[in-house]
């Protein structure tokens, strides 16, 4: 570890990288987020994750701020802000004093929301600054082992044969996973009622107790029970098999063309944020990203590591938020 820690750049070498120790800057409107970013952090950060814990976004926040505290030089906690598909969490960061000292790591909900909720407490466009495009995760089609499905085939053959028997836990309205199960109800021609939670740790939860026979979930919270053989993977809904769960195939392998989803993770901070501190959080988190203990550690719990840049965040942005607005749009969703 403190070969990965002396590979990090000091604050000062980021702000130099970042084009903001220069003598322009000290003479242009740069320099006061230079000098707020020269002394941050004053005082904790906090994290939003909005979701409950034991999810994708937990797993990532926690996983990060394990090391970004050292990084900045300070103290980094979580707050957890589940409800409304996320749009409790979103709204409260959107909000928050755009100080640094108030963040957002959010999943693909946050692109999701806009086409799948009437009103929102947040516009995905202008009341964040991108941070950093963190990592990404297939979706995954779980079953509870005892009910004695063993493929996609046998799943839709059990659904049509005994119709509104089985339910399907989703971390919750508008996540990918919740969306994919609609589609997967649409291509299976089956009925399968929906029953969100708060997050994936509550829906893992839920199918392990037998409270619902399937699931639909991100990688990373369902990985641990599928290698113990406490739930079945039926499929991912990547383009390619997930490298340790070679027995899993892909939906667009089992014949369903362009079944391909995935939950990102982003990491953003209300808009008006200081430039200096959006700059110093993104080369600390995407230098904490690449070293190579922290991407096998975030590859083994279910994520693959993207760690684009702020312009990265924002062209996910921009490119998703139309395209599920659409997919909700074909899949019959009505705004709620």
Do not use: C
Not at 21 to 44: D, N
Not at 280 to 304: D, P, V, Y
Not at 317 to 325: A, G, L, S, T
């Amino acid at each position: 570890m403190s070969d990965e820690k002396s590979a990090l750049p000091s604050r000062r070498e980021v702000l130099r990288a970042a084009g903001l120790l220069t003598g322009a800057a000290a003479t242009s409107g740069l320099w006061p987020a230079l000098a707020k970013a020269a002394g941050y952090p004053e005082r904790p950060v906090k994290i939003i994750v909005p979701f409950a814990p034991a999810g994708p976004t937990d797993i990532m926040a926690r996983i990060l701020i394990a090391h970004l505290g050292e990084a900045i030089g300070g103290t980094v906690i979580v707050e957890n802000k589940p409800g409304a598909g996320g749009n409790i969490g979103i709204g409260a960061a959107a909000h928050a004093e755009p100080d640094g000292y108030t963040l957002l790591i959010t999943s693909s909900a946050y692109v999701v929301n806009p086409g799948l909720y009437a009103r929102i407490p947040y516009d995905p466009y202008t009341d964040f600054a991108p941070i950093a495009e963190l990592a990404t995760s297939p979706n995954v089609i779980l079953v509870d082992p005892r009910l004695g499905v063993n493929s996609i085939a046998d799943l839709i053959a059990r659904a049509k044969a005994n119709p509104n028997e089985l339910n399907y836990a989703s971390p919750g309205i508008g996540t990918t996973p919740h969306l994919s199960g609609e589609l997967f109800k649409i291509v299976g021609g089956i009925e399968i009622t929906h029953v969100p939670f708060s997050g994936a740790g509550p829906a893992i939860q839920a199918i392990l107790s037998g409270t619902t026979q399937v699931a639909f979930a991100a990688l990373p919270p369902a990985h641990p029970h599928i290698e113990s053989g406490a739930l079945k993977a039926l499929a991912v809904t990547g383009v390619h098999r997930w490298f340790d769960l070679p027995d899993v195939p892909t939906m667009v392998e089992l014949g369903y063309k362009d079944f391909i989803s995935d939950t990102f993770q982003g990491f953003l901070a209300p808009a008006k944020t200081s430039p200096a501190i959006v700059e110093l959080l993104s080369a600390r988190s995407i230098e904490i990203l690449k070293t190579t203990k922290i991407a096998e550690q975030l590859r083994n719990n279910g994520f693959e590591v993207i760690a684009n840049g702020p312009d990265g965040m924002r062209r996910r942005i921009d490119d998703e938020v139309p395209k599920w607005r659409d997919i909700v749009a074909k899949a019959g969703i009505k705004p709620v």
